[in-house]
Structures are given as C-alpha cells and as structure tokens.
C-alpha cells in the first residue's frame, strides 16, 4: 500500500469513527466536539482508532480496483461511443467511467466496511444493551459474522454501498477533472501540466462533491451495518424511508461535519498519488 494511503487512514480514521458513530446513534451525541470527547472520556485514544485495520484494507481494496477498473471503463466508454483506442474523454465520459468502476470497487469494500463499522459501534451497541460484551478485535468480529450469518453476511449493506459508490463516484471524478480543466483553461496550459497545489484542490473538491450528493445512503448503509449484529434488518428503501420518517431527513446528514474535514486532505493526497503513478508508468510504457 502507499504510505500516502495509509497516512490519510491513519489521519482520518479518528473522523471516521466519529462519523460511524453519530450516524448509528444520533440520539446519543450533541455533534461532532460532543462525540470526540465523549469517545475520549471512554475509553481513550484507543477508541478512536477502533476499525483501523480494516479501514486500512478497505482503502487498498478500494483504491487498487477503483483505479484498475476505472482504466477498463475508460475503454468501454471509448468502445460504446465509437471511439479509437487512444481519444480523449471528456470530463463526463471520464464521470461515467469512475462511475462505472465503482461497481466493482463496492464488492471489495462492502466487507471490510462492514467489520470496520461494528468494530467503532461496539462500545455503543454493548452499552445500550442491544448486544451481548464481546471481544473487540478485527478477528472476532469476523469470526462472529461467519457462524451466524456465513459468507453472505458480509454483504449485508451491499445495496445502500452501491447506490452510494455508483451516483458519488460520477460526481467524484466529474467534480475533479472539471477543476482540473477550469485550471488548465486558466492557466493556459495542458490538463497534465497544472502542478501539485491545482490537483490537490481539484481531488479534494471532488471528494467533498461526492459526500455532499450521497451521504444520506452512506447514513443507511453503516445502520444496516451495524444493526445487523442484533438479526436481519430492512432494505435500502425501507430502512430510508424509516429513518427520514420516525427521525427526520436531518438525521440523514448525521457526522457529516467530521466527514468533510477528513475529505479535503485525504482525496487530494489520492488523486496526487494517482497522477504521479500514472505519469511514472506513462514514460515506462513510452520509454
């Protein structure tokens, strides 16, 4: 994995929990300072990082085939629009694309986020009752999933992950080559050339468009998750309409504060790494 990648889990991972927590229990916290220091209070720094490794394999699983499948897709958008081997898509071909992909990168991540949400709801779900105290730990967590729900327990929650991978990562990829494009156009120069401060910008926005367009079903998506320790929940649609229904829309933006702090950073540190690769294999494959 690339350090960059396992920096911005590392970083980011304390706003994750955060953001797994107030959307699971809303009731249970004021906002984002509120739940910080209330994880901090119980058990320390250690609670903050529940879910590491997992995240940590979520974003290799993620990143690894999202990026290798959106190459792919960016050859089907080509095929499907008549185009040669080597034509430049626009910036909503290139939506469609990481859109596309996205897809497959769902399939991947659907399971290990479903480890990494239980593990930061845990202390949650032991306090109030709703499950019995059990051993925090990645293999445990696994090991409970396999003898009560057996393999397909892992997808529990792959229908709200994909409806919230497929719209997000057109805007993700959409938002970030129209800032890349905008810069190239200002700058007066090629969309590759525009330097490191524009492309941070530009993946960092394009992460925030992504979170501002689906956050709510990423809302549904860790309650199914993580109400799923305590039996078989409802569907996409009805666990949505449920939640909208008995506590309000505003409920549905529940941890987005910590979400779009963690964004920014994280996203332009990706889209860095991915161009600067992409350049190093171009000039292997001219050389």
């Not at 991978?165 to 970030?176: H, K, L, Q, T």
């Not at 666990?239 to 941890?255: D, K, N, P, Q």
Request: net charge positive; with cysteine.
């Amino acid at each position: 994995m690339d350090p960059g990648g396992a920096a911005c889990v590392f970083s980011g991972q304390p706003l994750d929990t955060a953001k797994v927590k107030m959307q699971t229990f809303p009731a249970l916290y004021r906002g984002f300072v509120h739940c910080f220091s209330s994880i901090y209070k119980q058990v320390g720094v250690r609670g903050l990082y529940q879910g590491t490794t997992p995240a940590l394999m979520a974003n290799i699983a993620e990143n690894s085939v999202l990026f290798m499948s959106y190459g792919f897709c960016q050859q089907v958008i080509r095929f499907t629009a008549g185009l040669h081997k080597e034509a430049v898509l626009s910036d909503m071909q290139k939506a469609c694309a990481g859109s596309v992909a996205s897809i497959f990168s769902s399939l991947v991540l659907c399971p290990t986020e479903l480890v990494k949400c239980r593990l930061q709801a845990m202390y949650e779900m032991e306090a109030s009752g709703k499950i019995a105290k059990s051993q925090n730990t990645v293999w445990s967590v696994v090991k409970a999933i396999m003898r009560t729900e057996g393999p397909l327990g892992f997808f529990q929650g792959l229908t709200p992950t994909i409806a919230r991978e497929v719209p997000g990562y057109f805007c993700f990829f959409g938002a970030y080559e129209l800032c890349r494009t905008a810069f190239a156009d200002y700058m007066k120069c090629d969309k590759g050339d525009i330097g490191v401060a524009p492309i941070v910008f530009s993946g960092g926005f394009g992460g925030a468009c992504l979170w501002l367009v689906v956050y709510p079903m990423d809302c549904v998506k860790s309650r199914i998750q993580v109400m799923s320790m305590m039996g078989k929940q409802a569907g996409f649609l009805r666990t949505f309409m449920t939640i909208a229904h008995t506590e309000g829309v505003r409920v549905l933006y529940s941890g987005l504060t910590p979400t779009m702090v963690r964004t920014f950073p994280a996203n332009g540190a990706l889209f860095l790494g991915y161009e600067a690769s992409r350049k190093v294999m171009m000039k292997q494959f001219d050389g």
